[in-house]
C-alpha cells in the first residue's frame, strides 16, 4: 500500500515531535536500533574493552575502557553493573575528557622562589623535593607534647586535600601516610 500525504503527516504527529525527522521515523514505525548498533561497532570495533571503576566519588561505578594499542579511545558505563547498569553522572561520564583533555599537564613544571617562568623538571627530582620540604616541615613544626604535658604528635603547619579524581585507596593510603606523618588536617572532598 502505498504512503499518502495524509498518512505521512498523522504518523509524524503520533511521533516524539510533530513535524521532526526522528518524530516522523519512529512514527512509521522505523526503529534506530540496528543504526546505533552498527555506529557502536564501527566505533569500538578493534578496540580492547577492559572493565574499570570510575575514578569519581565513592559509588564506584564500572566503566569499560575501549583501548586501541596504548590509547584509550572511548569509556562508558559497564551494562553488567548491577548497581549503575551501564548508566553515570555527568562526571563519570566526562571520564574520557580527563584522560584525553588537551589542557593536561603531562610534564613536572616547577617554578624557583622569585623566579617568573616555570622550568621544565624531572620526575624523580620534583618527588625528592617534595619529600625534602615535608620532613623539613614536618621538623620544623612538630609538636610532641602540649605545654600541660599530654602527648599530641602532630604537626599543625601541613594540610591535605584530596578531590574527586582520587579514588578510594588512594585516598585510604594517603590519610595512612599523612597521618603517620603527625598531620590532622586531612580534607577530601569528592561531591563536588
Not at 623538571?121 to 618527588?127: F, G, H, K, P, Y
Not at 623539613?136 to 612538630?142: L, N, Q, S, W
Request: aromatic share 4%; proline share 5%; glycine share 8%.
Amino acid at each position: 500500500m502505498p504512503l499518502t500525504r495524509r498518512d505521512f503527516l498523522r504518523a509524524s504527529a503520533a511521533g516524539l515531535g510533530p513535524g521532526t525527522a526522528l518524530g516522523s521515523l519512529l512514527g512509521l514505525g522505523a526503529s534506530l536500533a540496528p543504526a546505533t548498533a552498527r555506529a557502536q561497532q564501527l566505533r569500538i570495533r578493534d578496540a580492547k574493552a577492559t572493565p574499570s571503576v570510575c575514578p569519581y566519588c565513592a559509588v564506584g561505578c564500572a566503566t569499560v575502557v575501549h583501548t586501541i594499542g596504548n590509547e584509550i579511545v572511548n569509556i562508558e558505563g559497564d551494562k553488567r553493573s548491577p548497581h549503575n547498569e551501564g548508566t553515570l553522572c555527568p562526571k563519570g561520564a566526562a571520564t574520557y575528557q580527563l584522560h584525553k583533555n588537551p589542557n593536561r599537564a603531562t610534564k613536572v613544571l616547577h617554578r624557583k622562589p622569585g623566579a617568573t617562568e616555570w622550568e621544565e623538571v624531572e620526575l624523580e627530582w620534583a618527588m625528592d623535593r617534595v619529600a625534602q620540604l615535608v620532613k623539613k616541615t614536618r621538623d620544623e613544626t612538630f609538636v610532641e607534647r602540649l605545654s600541660n604535658g599530654k602527648l599530641v604528635n602532630y604537626t599543625p603547619a601541613i594540610f591535605a586535600l584530596g578531590g574527586a579524581t582520587l579514588d578510594n585507596e588512594w585516598n585510604h593510603l594517603q590519610q595512612k601516610l599523612l597521618r603517620g606523618l603527625g598531620v590532622v588536617a586531612i580534607e577530601n572532598q569528592a561531591r563536588i
